[in-house]
């Protein structure tokens, strides 16, 4: 009775145009029928009734419905059909629910009840499974009895499950918390890196600029006195140079009596003058001096890793006097500090000299041609 009702029901709250329950808004027409709009706007794409003054047939008894300047939005809406269906919704999605639920109490197999629980198998049974069917051998048990007992332990499941739940969220909270202070404290700790690691850079790289300075004073000044030292050991060579070419092109006596002269001046300031000495004591620049400034205050170790096999040369671009010889520096064992600078020391003092050793033997090859005071012709002693 209450299906048939139901369907009846249904077959009156259903648009004639797609045949289903009503779409709201519901938009009823001149001639008392009810339509979904959508199906509306169907219609009149069908009928070429594109103008909002246009008119149309009624899909069911054909009577020309006028739009009168409002299109459909000028339709009037049927509220009631909108609540009626809406509330038939409902009770529909009720109806099918406890039919759902009646249908699942049923046994399929031989559509009874299902008023018993089968223990061994552990699933609900109707009687006639139990007295002829496939548990008939088997330890049943009221279905409501089970189903109390059963409610109860889920009921403490439930209750534990929800502890652990709250206790679960509780933790998820305290990690979110932790992760939170993890990534500030990772995002602090690498602005504290880049800060304090800048300006440990910057401060070597102002020492390594002050001790440019020194440097360049330090070189400039021993420059200029092995300049000047050279140049008064070129004294004498020069003055043989030029008495020798005059003995060659002198012409006649009274020539070489007016140059003799100026020769004879020269003679005597160089005779009576203080004798050159290579005096170049103080005149070499240390390199541990300046190496010792730079490292001050700094422990190598702490910055080389004692499984590195990093070479000094490159660390950067070495000089072209070094390209070829700058050795690698192992840090295989714990090498002390001081251990470490001396190898670096030796190794720069080393390679200084066998870059200074080709310039001295070339000086002295040329210095073997160069004239001696005794040299010198016996008048002009």
């Not at 021993?222 to 050991?233: C, G, P, R, S, V």
């Not at 103080?282 to 070479?311: A, P, R, V």
Request: with cysteine.
């Amino acid at each position: 009775m209450f299906r048939n009702i139901m369907e009846a029901l249904v077959q009156v709250l259903s648009c004639p145009v797609c045949l289903e329950l009503f779409t709201p808004p519901v938009l009823v027409l001149s001639c008392a029928h009810n339509f979904c709009k959508k199906c509306l706007e169907k219609i009149l794409t069908l009928q070429n009734c594109s103008h909002v003054n246009g008119h149309f047939c009624c899909p069911m008894c054909r009577k020309i419905v006028y739009l009168r300047g409002g299109g459909l939005t000028g339709l009037p809406r049927n509220i009631l059909a909108e609540n009626v269906v809406e509330k038939f919704k409902y009770e529909l999605e009720l109806f099918h629910a406890r039919e759902q639920d009646r249908l699942s109490q049923i046994c399929e197999e031989h559509g009874e009840k299902m008023t018993l629980v089968c223990l061994t198998d552990d699933k609900p049974i109707c009687a006639i499974c139990k007295l002829f069917g496939d548990h008939e051998s088997h330890t049943v048990a009221k279905i409501a009895e089970v189903y109390a007992e059963r409610k109860k332990s889920f009921m403490k499941g439930l209750d534990w499950v929800c502890q652990q739940s709250e206790y679960a969220e509780q933790a998820r909270k305290e990690i979110e918390v932790k992760i939170t202070e993890l990534v500030y404290t990772n995002t602090g700790i690498k602005i504290m890196i880049e800060a304090v690691g800048n300006s440990l850079i910057k401060g070597i790289r102002c020492r390594m600029a002050e001790l440019k300075g020194e440097l360049h004073k330090d070189y400039s000044t021993k420059l200029e006195k092995l300049q000047l030292l050279a140049n008064d050991f070129q004294v004498p060579t020069h003055l043989y140079h030029q008495m020798k070419a005059f003995l060659e092109k002198h012409t006649t006596s009274v020539c070489f009596l007016q140059e003799d002269k100026i020769f004879r001046s020269k003679l005597e300031k160089l005779t009576e003058g203080k004798p050159v000495q290579q005096d170049t004591n103080g005149c070499n620049i240390s390199i541990g001096h300046y190496f010792k400034n730079l490292i001050k205050g700094i422990s190598i170790n702490n910055y080389i890793s004692c499984n590195s096999d990093e070479t000094l040369a490159s660390s950067s671009e070495p000089p072209e006097a070094f390209k070829l010889e700058c050795p690698a520096f192992s840090f295989s064992g714990g090498i002390s500090n001081e251990h470490f600078c001396q190898e670096v020391l030796d190794f720069f003092q080393k390679s200084s000299k066998m870059k200074q050793e080709p310039n001295q033997h070339i000086s002295h090859s040329e210095g073997n041609n160069t004239p001696r005071k005794t040299d010198l012709p016996l008048e002009a002693k």
